[in-house]
């Protein structure tokens, strides 16, 4: 079956970076879209970043644009977010999906989701 698996969150001061990453199996990945999206408490989920099927566009929320940056190996079968320039606000549950279709904005558009990892900025 199809499994998303997150790896990389942790605590890490405001200022500071992480990088996620996901790996995927049971699906052709080269041929899925892949997106990154948060969730906080009482707070619906917030589209991150996606990159299409072959990396040749990437797109981002306006609140993490210029401080996060997506990217892909297909032959890793891994997407990752680099985050930089954290702050207390990114802290959330991020959770990376695979969609097969074009659309790389709306959480609707994925197939697949992974089990979420946890990232905390502090103070």
């Known amino acids: 079956q199809v499994q998303l698996v997150e790896s990389g969150g942790g605590l890490v001061q405001a200022g500071g970076s992480l990088r996620l990453s996901c790996t995927a199996s049971?699906?052709?990945?080269?041929?899925?879209?892949l997106g990154w999206f948060r969730r906080t408490p009482g707070k619906k989920r917030e589209f991150v970043g996606g990159?299409?099927?072959?990396?040749?566009?990437?797109y981002y929320g306006d609140s993490v644009k210029g401080r996060f940056t997506i990217s892909r190996d297909n032959a890793k079968n891994t997407v990752y977010l680099q985050m930089n320039s954290l702050k207390p606000e990114d802290t959330a549950v991020y959770y990376c999906?695979?969609?097969?279709?074009?659309?790389?904005?709306?959480?609707?558009?994925?197939?697949?989701w992974g089990q979420g990892t946890q990232v905390t900025v502090s103070s």
């Open positions: 999906a695979a969609t097969f279709g074009l659309q790389l904005v709306y959480a609707s558009e994925y197939d697949y």
């Open positions: 049971g699906l052709n990945f080269s041929s899925y879209g």
């Open positions: 990159i299409s099927y072959n990396g040749g566009g990437a």
